[in-house]
């Protein structure tokens, strides 16, 4: 990739760790915050600027991907003269689909939803575009399919998208693991929450690239993180118990991939003389993953940019709301470059250069 390239994908990049306990309560460009679905709302109903109100539903705090996604939600809000104001749902479709509701009660004037689950927030979608409310949906899209049940892929009748393929994602490392994955070798998968669009289709996609081609491989294990760090260490200390060398660790993002690392890390069984006796692929392209790339712990990721996929919302939102679009016209996917012990210092320095990286190596406090 191109230094040029890189540095478009990085140009507002902050730290995800840094983020993660800003996200339940974050207003931009005067928007006001709200951490409870009350508090910011006044901003949507009573502003005095008449300036259009955006509210962006976010999937949970605890998601570094999410909070790294809402940062730069805010970052470049403050480009329009619109107003934006961040939400979490939690992690908890209740919660979430309340988030949306809300969002029709105040009178959003657009909403961009990052659903916890597609098929249970599909119909407060529909509620949403029902009321008359431009809807983009983003990492994950949501589909006609999460409403109706059926196949259909297509975005749902009335909504737009801003995503990035996860096929396309999980396939780069899937398509490494199969020349580089020994012979028999015995491998662990890591999976994101149960009916997250980009969970099952990164899942989907290490069927179709990897295992569909190596047969020999044994799965030893799989079990679902939800995406979280602390959940994929605990079932990596559990299943390193069984005495059965692992030779690989699959997961659907980076977090959990550093959850399983970390559960190793000190073990002389899998890190022996500082090098790593298995391998390890990942998503998302975070700071933290091109650490444990550097560190020779993490084989590769694919780079989830959320810098390109928030100025995409930013800039869509925007003509959607000037009538210079419809809603149901935005339909766009960001790339999934990939990360290795090749390329990874250029990245890593443009994580130092924003600031999400030390200069002594180590993620951002």
Not at 276 to 295: K, N, P
Request: glycine fraction near 10%.
């Amino acid at each position: 990739m191109k230094m040029k390239k890189m540095k478009r994908i990085f140009a507002a990049a902050l730290g995800t760790v840094m983020m993660a306990s800003m996200i339940a309560g974050c207003g931009g460009n005067g928007g006001g915050s709200d951490s409870s679905g009350g508090s910011g709302d006044k901003a949507a109903s009573d502003s005095s600027d008449g300036k259009k109100k955006v509210c962006f539903v976010a999937r949970a705090s605890a998601d570094t991907f999410a909070a790294w996604l809402t940062s730069e939600m805010q970052k470049q809000a403050e480009n329009y003269d619109f107003d934006l104001l961040c939400v979490s749902g939690e992690a908890d479709d209740n919660t979430e689909n309340g988030r949306l509701e809300d969002c029709i009660t105040k009178g959003y004037d657009l909403v961009i939803v990052q659903s916890n689950n597609n098929a249970a927030q599909a119909p407060y979608v529909k509620k949403l575009v029902d009321a008359g409310i431009p809807v983009i949906t983003t990492n994950p899209t949501t589909h006609q399919g999460d409403l109706d049940g059926s196949d259909n892929n297509d975005v749902m009748e009335g909504t737009g998208t801003v995503d990035a393929d996860p096929v396309e994602q999980a396939a780069v490392g899937a398509k490494r693991a199969v020349e580089e994955v020994p012979e028999n070798a015995n491998v662990v998968v890591l999976r994101g929450p149960s009916g997250n669009y980009h969970a099952e289709k990164r899942r989907e996609a290490w069927d179709t690239y990897f295992f569909d081609e190596r047969p020999d491989v044994n799965l030893l294990y799989e079990d679902y993180a939800n995406w979280n760090s602390d959940e994929a260490l605990t079932l990596m200390e559990n299943w390193v118990q069984s005495g059965t060398h692992i030779d690989a660790i699959i997961s659907m993002n980076d977090n959990m991939a550093a959850g399983a690392i970390e559960a190793i890390r000190n073990d002389k069984n899998y890190v022996k003389d500082g090098k790593a006796d298995f391998l390890a692929y990942g998503v998302d392209g975070t700071a933290q993953g091109c650490l444990l790339i550097q560190e020779g712990l993490l084989t590769c990721t694919a780079l989830q940019s959320a810098a390109d996929i928030a100025k995409l919302n930013m800039e869509y939102a925007d003509k959607v709301l000037k009538g210079e679009m419809e809603v149901t016209e935005v339909n766009d996917f960001v790339e999934a470059p990939e990360i290795n012990a090749d390329n990874v210092e250029e990245y890593i320095q443009l994580y130092v250069d924003n600031g999400e990286i030390s200069e002594g190596g180590e993620l951002a406090e």
